[in-house]
């Protein structure tokens, strides 16, 4: 099986989401709430296997976007947060 491949990706600022269509037709559109808490990074996810209780702002905004090589993307957040790697199939996954 394939991994996913991205067709089109829009960040629409003014409605805070990101929206991503898939080359299987599956289209997805996440908050950038839904985002920042989800994060891939370790910070979010934690080490060793126990995530931490991280508070995220309900108001929190994407001020960018990263390409990351051809298997993810880099979110940039309004709180500074900046280290996750949001790969394809992660996103596609949520």
Not at 23 to 48: I, W, Y
Not at 51 to 65: A, C, D, F, Q, W
Request: without cysteine.
């Amino acid at each position: 099986m394939t991994e996913p491949w991205p067709t089109d990706i829009k960040l629409k600022k003014s409605e805070n989401t990101l929206t991503i269509a898939f080359d299987d037709g599956v289209v997805k559109t996440f908050s950038a709430r839904q985002l920042r808490q989800n994060s891939p990074s370790a910070e979010v996810q934690g080490h060793g296997g126990v995530k931490p209780e991280i508070s995220i702002n309900p108001n929190v905004r994407m001020t960018g976007l990263e390409a990351v090589g051809n298997y993810a993307v880099r979110i940039v957040f309004d709180d500074g947060h900046s280290t996750g790697l949001y790969s394809w199939a992660w996103l596609y996954s949520l």
